[in-house]
């Protein structure tokens, strides 16, 4: 979804406000805060389930 938004990690990093541990626990399928993927969903302008896969 990166890609197609042509942004970078560090970009949504900085745009949506969160950490880069969040982002750096996200990148080895750690658990976040909801807050968090809420955060991403207003900026890449998604649903969460755009962005998460869950069973």
Do not use: F, P
């Not at 982002?23 to 900026?43: F, H, Q, S």
């Amino acid at each position: 979804m990166l890609i197609d938004k042509n942004m970078s990690k560090s970009e949504l990093v900085k745009r949506s406000k969160i950490s880069t541990n969040a982002m750096a626990r996200m990148g080895k399928n750690e658990d976040v805060r909801l807050d968090t993927l809420v955060k991403i969903c207003c900026v890449l302008d998604c649903k969460i389930d755009d962005i998460v896969d869950y069973c």
